[in-house]
T-cell receptor, first 116, second 114 residues
Framework: DAGVIQSPRHEVTEMGQEVTLRCKPI?????LFWYRQTMMRGLELLIY????????DSGMPEDRFSAKMPNASFSTLKIQPSEPRDSAVYFC??????????????FGPGTRLTVL | AQSVAQPEDQVNVAEGNPLTVKCTYS??????LFWYVQYPNRGLQFLLK??????LVKGSYGFEAEFNKSQTSFHLKKPSALVSDSALYFC????????????FGAGTRLFVKA
């Protein structure tokens, strides 16, 4: 298995531009998570999906952020418009869902976003 | 509400010595507890988890962790540290009363000196 795949690995953009981050979860996993990691705030859960349905988006910082999961093998995180404070490493993770949270998550390599 | 505390930002240990990375948690109901490791420029990687049963859990790369319900702790340990163990370690908790949300600690950076 190739693991969780994220693209692009690095993204440099200018303030105000739209940014789209992509994730392909591990085949057979039905939960998908988007995280953001910064030195100041650590690892933050932005949103997670179960069976392609958003379950909790309380971590999405503001309306500029949106996430979709149109099918079991693909998810996007979009920032529009982007701002310098959005600069961070964004991770996607997937797991086999359960009703109890007992299953570990598998993380992708991350996308390092720099907004100038 | 669930929470995880990793009281040490950094732990320094000499190669060959035992290491401990501390974690305490707060959760209603019985917890599921996890340890992850992050190497530079990589995503988090699962090390081990406690679900139920034996309080001592063994995981990857010779790591183990001990669940202590009375102290609400889940410390990560290794009998003999390697330089290659130097990384960022995260403790995480979820609960077994429903829901998929896992809460991660702030992370502890481990430095192993040769």
């Amino acid at each position: 298995d190739a693991g969780v795949i994220q693209s692009p690995r690095h993204e440099v953009t200018e303030m105000g531009q739209e940014v789209t981050l992509r994730c392909k979860p591990i085949s057979g996993h039905n939960s998908l998570f988007w995280y953001r990691q910064t030195m100041m705030r650590g690892l933050e859960l932005l949103i997670y999906f179960n069976n392609n349905v958003p379950i909790d988006d309380s971590g999405m910082p503001e309306d500029r952020f949106s996430a979709k999961m149109p099918n079991a093998s693909f998810s996007t995180l979009k920032i529009q418009p982007s701002e310098p404070r959005d600069s961070a490493v964004y991770f996607c993770a997937s797991s086999l869902a359960s009703t109890s949270g007992r299953n570990e998550q598998f993380f992708g390599p991350g996308t390092r976003l720099t907004v100038l | 509400a669930q929470s995880v505390a990793q009281p040490e930002d950094q732990v320094n240990v000499a190669e060959g010595n035992p290491l401990t990375v501390k974690c305490t948690y707060s959760v209603s109901g019985n917890p599921y507890l996890f340890w992850y490791v992050q190497y530079p420029n990589r995503g988090l990687q699962f090390l081990l988890k406690y679900i139920t049963g034996d309080n001592l859990v063994k995981g990857s790369y010779g790591f183990e962790a001990e669940f202590n319900k009375s102290q609400t702790s889940f410390h990560l340990k290794k009998p003999s540290a390697l330089v290659s163990d130097s990384a960022l370690y995260f403790c995480a908790v979820s609960r077994n009363t429903g829901g998929f949300k896992t809460i991660f600690g702030a992370g502890t950076r481990l430095f192993v000196k040769a």
